[in-house]
């Protein structure tokens, strides 16, 4: 159950676009279309902002999607907004069935 | 309203036990498969434990394997970590969480988390 990896901070300007990478394994992202993201804001629980790879919960806003390739997983946030600073954990479900984390990434809108 | 309170934290000695409760309000909790994430502080999400709505699937993460137990009371909406054998290590907030319900194990609903500290 190693985590999965993610750079530690990305910065981007007001109505920028940014992703932020989370690779794993042939034991998770590159064999399940599970991946989901989570954004957590200084203080408070996480929020589940993509599931299936791709798919919005409710509410969420469309300028969030994300991607795969292999056993590479991206978010991208398009038109950055000054709410967007936080940090950002990827997520695998795993062969062993477990879940597994990645380190997260600090966003910081300039 | 959809809620989930988590309760049982505290300070613990390393070897020592603490059992966690999460009551929750406002869906059918027996739907629902429910988790256990920690974040120890200033650090990173950790899955902890799964459990299926009727109990039938449960599984842990290898650094709880053999000493945290989870359960649920569908009768009492209510979900339980059992933690044995606690190691300075396990120190974190522990979050009581809903699934999303949307075919893998996502984390939808978060409660507010309850603290454990295991030091001596």
Redesign the interface.
């Known amino acids: 159950q190693s985590a999965l990896t993610q750079p530690a901070s990305v910065s981007g300007s007001p109505g920028q676009t940014i992703s932020i990478s989370c690779t794993g394994t042939s034991n998770d992202i590159g064999v399940y279309n599970s991946v989901s993201w989570y954004q957590q804001h200084p203080g408070r629980a996480p929020k589940l902002i993509i599931y299936d790879v791709s798919n919005w919960p409710s509410g969420v806003s469309n300028r969030f999607s994300g991607s795969k390739s292999g056993n590479t997983a991206s978010l991208t946030i398009s038109g950055l907004q000054a709410d967007d600073e936080a940090d950002y954990y990827c997520s695998s479900y795993t062969a062993d069935t477990s879940v597994v984390f990645g380190g997260g990434t600090r966003l910081t809108v300039l | 309203e959809v809620q989930l309170v988590e309760s049982g934290g505290g300070l613990v000695q390393p070897g020592r036990s603490l059992r966690l409760s999460c009551a929750a309000s406002g869906f059918t909790f027996d739907d629902y498969t429910m988790?256990w994430v920690r974040q120890a502080p200033g650090k990173?999400?950790?899955?902890v434990s799964?459990i299926s709505w009727d109990s039938g699937v449960i599984?842990?993460?290898?650094?709880v394997e053999g000493r945290f137990t989870i359960s649920r009371d569908n009768v009492k909406n209510s979900l339980y970590l059992q933690m044995n054998g606690l190691r300075v290590e396990d120190t974190a907030l522990y979050?009581c969480i809903k699934d999303?319900a949307?075919?893998?194990?996502?984390?939808?609903l978060?409660?507010?988390?309850t603290l454990v500290t295991v030091s001596s």
């Open positions: 988790h990173g999400l950790e899955w799964t599984a842990y993460a290898d650094a979050y999303a949307v075919g893998y194990w996502y984390f939808d978060w409660g507010r988390g």
